[in-house]
């Protein structure tokens, strides 16, 4: 009987523990957000290392052709075999845009994942990739998301509404002094009916 007595904090562990279990999931959701961040960090700043090393050795010599086919080719088999997966031919032509789109260095923002990076290479106008870049970071888009928004070309889009304003201008500001024009010569013909009509008497 008296092993099935049981002490208030016993009966109700529930409410006291949901405290301590929230806490401690809070510090491990904070730690695995910074260890991918870092993570992120690093991956990002290798693989810039790598596509400038990659187009300093193709600028060094040998044709753009020659170098995609064979140097790249020896270098994923070889960066492969040292670190597994991450460094397959299409994987390294990706760090060699990479570089070639974001030279400056400043320019690769560190809040955007590799795959955000791989979506925006598919972008040839430099303005509208850096516009998308910053975009997903303001916006706060998931790689899908940014892959959606330029598929629908929102950039282009919103570039022509706003190409649209100044001719909209520029054509009330042309048709105003045509309008106030014929408004004169409406009224001075008016004027002038009214002026025939008093000198007959009427």
């Known amino acids: 009987m008296e092993q099935n007595v049981m002490t208030q904090s016993e009966e109700h562990p529930s409410t006291q523990n949901q405290h301590l279990l929230v806490d401690i999931r ?16 690093a991956m990002l700043q290798a693989y810039w290392q790598i596509g400038r090393l990659i187009v300093e050795d193709e600028q060094g010599g040998e044709t753009r052709a020659a170098y995609g086919k064979a140097t790249l080719k020896r270098l994923s088999q070889q960066l492969t075999a040292d670190y597994g997966k991450g460094f397959d031919i299409t994987n390294l032509r990706n760090m060699r845009r990479f570089y070639l789109a974001f030279e400056k260095r400043d320019a690769v923002r560190l809040e955007l994942s590799w795959t955000h990076y791989r979506v925006l290479l598919r972008i040839d106008n430099s303005s509208a990739r850096n516009w998308y870049r910053d975009e997903a970071i303001l916006q706060n888009w998931s790689a899908r998301a940014l892959e959606r928004q330029i598929g629908t070309l929102y950039y282009e889009r919103l570039l022509s509404s706003k190409n649209k304003q100044p001719v909209e201008q520029g054509i009330i500001n042309n048709l105003q002094p045509f309008l106030l024009g014929l408004g004169k010569a409406i009224l001075k013909i008016v004027e002038t009916q009214n002026y025939g009509e008093r000198c007959n008497g009427k």
Request: glycine share 6%; aromatic share 0%.
């Open 26 to 41: 809070r510090i491990v959701e904070q730690a695995r957000g910074q260890v991918k961040q870092t993570v992120n960090t």
